[in-house]
């Protein structure tokens, strides 16, 4: 299994924008949960949120509730975190992972630049 995200890219304070995360390599995503992070230049990785492949639970850090938004799709063992109104404090690779079990897969990172 491996955790592919996607979709970086430099975007304008304000602005929308979704990044998508897939489960490569994987038959079945049902007992899996996928965890969006970020990790911004020279600060420590912070938890956005997560959310379950089978049942679809949702839950998000504090500083990320409301503006971010996590969602599925099951058959297509995806995984996609939307941001609304990125500020400058956005820029950061955002990660994606999967945990199954005790086990982790995380991905290459794709990087978010917010400009002002």
């Known amino acids: 299994v491996q955790s592919a995200e996607s979709g970086g890219a430099g975007v304008q304070v304000g602005d929308s924008l979704t990044l998508p995360c897939s489960a490569l390599?994987?038959?079945?995503?049902?007992?899996?949960?996928a965890a969006w992070y970020r990790q911004a230049p020279g600060k420590e990785g912070e938890v956005i949120g997560t959310?379950?492949?089978?049942?679809?639970?949702?839950h998000y850090a504090d500083s990320m509730r409301g503006r971010f938004t996590i969602y599925k799709n099951y058959h297509e063992k995806r995984a996609w975190l939307h941001m609304n109104g990125l500020k400058p404090g956005g820029t950061a690779i955002y990660y994606c992972n999967i945990r199954r079990g005790s086990v982790v897969y995380w991905g290459q990172g794709t990087q978010v630049t917010v400009s002002s």
């Open positions: 959310i379950t492949w089978g049942a679809g639970s949702r």
């Open positions: 390599g994987a038959t079945s995503v049902g007992d899996d949960t």
